[in-house]
């Protein structure tokens, strides 16, 4: 069974940082993407950034770029989520999602199989 559970939310001034955590396992193979998204009351899902298995491969949306970094640890069973400069308009439940038995990263929720429960980001101005 897969399983993927995020951690590190919190509420935080704008400006400062957090570092979120996806633990993930009960994947099965090589070939695999983990994905970070976002969604904010009454707005889309917005897919933020995502890390392939096989090569390390990263993909970020436009609007984190240079502020939020995806990283992961040699054990491969967490993936993180460094958030930067964080902004009020960065308010949102984060959460990890993996695509199996695929390593190509994509920002579309559509493209994954399997979800975790999210964490809340609060940001104040």
């Known amino acids: 069974e897969v399983q993927l559970v995020e951690s590190g939310g919190g509420l935080v001034q704008a400006g400062e940082t957090l570092r979120l955590a996806c633990g993930y396992s009960g994947i099965i193979g090589d070939d695999y993407a983990i994905g970070w998204f976002r969604q904010a009351p009454g707005k889309e899902r917005e897919g933020l950034s995502c890390?392939?298995?096989?090569?390390?491969?990263?993909y970020y949306l436009d609007s984190v770029k240079g502020r939020f970094t995806i990283s992961s640890d040699n054990a491969k069973t967490t993936v993180y989520l460094q958030m930067n400069s964080l902004k009020p308009e960065d308010t949102a439940v984060y959460y990890c999602?993996?695509?199996?038995?695929?390593?190509?990263?994509?920002?579309?929720?559509?493209?994954?199989?399997?979800w975790g429960q999210g964490t809340q980001v609060s940001v104040s101005s």
């Open positions: 999602a993996a695509r199996a038995r695929n390593a190509l990263c994509s920002g579309w929720g559509a493209f994954y199989d399997y």
């Open positions: 890390r392939s298995s096989r090569n390390g491969n990263t």
